[in-house]
């Protein structure tokens, strides 16, 4: 019978953790403080935030959210990134970001001890010189969810699909060393055959954003799924895998919604509690 990967106990353990430092860190006039940057009005990125406004509530984080016009200039928001990052403990631009915009250099103004999603070019340098202290909270979530179910990794083969630096980069990086020791594969829109990769998976992770994109003929039998893409349909979203007759090919599979999603707004609120003490 398939385990379902189910996010939600994932995400209690995280929000345990994070609570305690919380309290801890309170005072009577100051809580830790949260600030999120949107532009425009993508209906993921718009969902994703409302999530994570409820957890800080929750969590009793203070949250401050930007709501930028989808014409906003590069200099606009860069100014409002860091003048914001001045009176937070965690900052994040939501993405994606309108094309007009440049994705990197908005990131890169972020200071890198507020940086709670752990993109900038310093945060990321240091995932890769091993001298890192946050994981994106995307990329965490995962590690968390296979360390929860206890999902071995050792000399498995393991196939991301996507390449971006939210999830393939930092996952590849982090599954194929020393503790995880995975064979990664990262697959993308010009890999020919892809199946030739994904059924030979024993862990299967998507993150493409293309709704329904991999059907149950791509996985191999046995295997470990783990949906992390997000699209938006006439108003409805999506992930990458379609569910159909999956269950009679896989062992495992992280749903969505439910999966993934859950574990990331509670990562990124460990990464926050993580920079408020190393602060």
């Known amino acids: 019978m398939v385990q379902i990967l189910y996010g939600k ?3 209690k353990r995280l929000d345990d953790i994070s609570s305690e430092v919380f309290q801890k860190y309170s005072k009577e006039d100051k809580k830790p403080h949260m600030t999120a940057i949107t532009v425009g009005d993508n209906h993921a990125s718009l969902l994703y935030v409302s999530r994570k406004e409820e957890k800080a509530k929750e969590l009793g984080v203070e949250f401050h959210w930007i709501k930028l016009d989808v014409n906003t200039t590069q200099k606009t928001l860069e100014d409002i990134v860091i003048e914001n990052s001045k009176n937070t403990d965690g900052l994040i631009i939501q993405l994606p970001l ?4 440049n994705q990197e ?3 890169n103004c972020i200071p890198y001890h507020v940086d709670v999603d752990g993109l900038t070019a310093h945060n990321l340098g240091s995932l890769f010189s091993n001298t890192f202290k946050l994981i994106p909270a995307t990329s965490l979530a995962v590690l968390e969810l296979l360390k929860f179910y206890d999902i071995q990794t050792n000399d498995k083969n393991i ?4 390449r971006s630096r939210l999830v393939s ?3 590849a990086k982090i599954l194929s060393s020393k503790g995880y020791d995975g064979n990664v594969t990262v697959i993308h829109s010009k890999t020919t055959n892809q199946k030739l990769y994904t059924q ?3 862990i299967f992770i998507s993150a493409i954003g293309s709704p329904k ?3 149950y003929s791509y996985i191999n039998e046995g295997a470990t799924v783990i949906d992390i893409g997000i699209s938006s349909v006439d108003n409805k979203t999506y992930g ?4 159909d007759n999956l269950d009679q090919v896989v062992n495992a599979r992280a749903p969505y919604p439910g999966g993934v999603g859950p574990i990331t707004v509670s990562a990124l609120f460990l990464n926050l509690s993580n920079l408020i003490k190393f602060n």
């Not at 196939?159 to 996507?162: D, E, L, R, T, Y």
């Not at 990458?240 to 569910?243: A, G, Q, R, Y």
């Open 159 to 162: 196939v991301i699909a996507g």
């Open 105 to 107: 250099e908005a990131i």
């Open 98 to 101: 309108p094309e007009h915009l």
């Open 200 to 202: 030979n998976a024993d």
């Open 213 to 215: 994109l991999y059907d």
């Open 9 to 11: 106990p994932v995400a």
């Open 240 to 243: 990458d895998v379609d569910t």
């Open 169 to 171: 980069s930092p996952l």
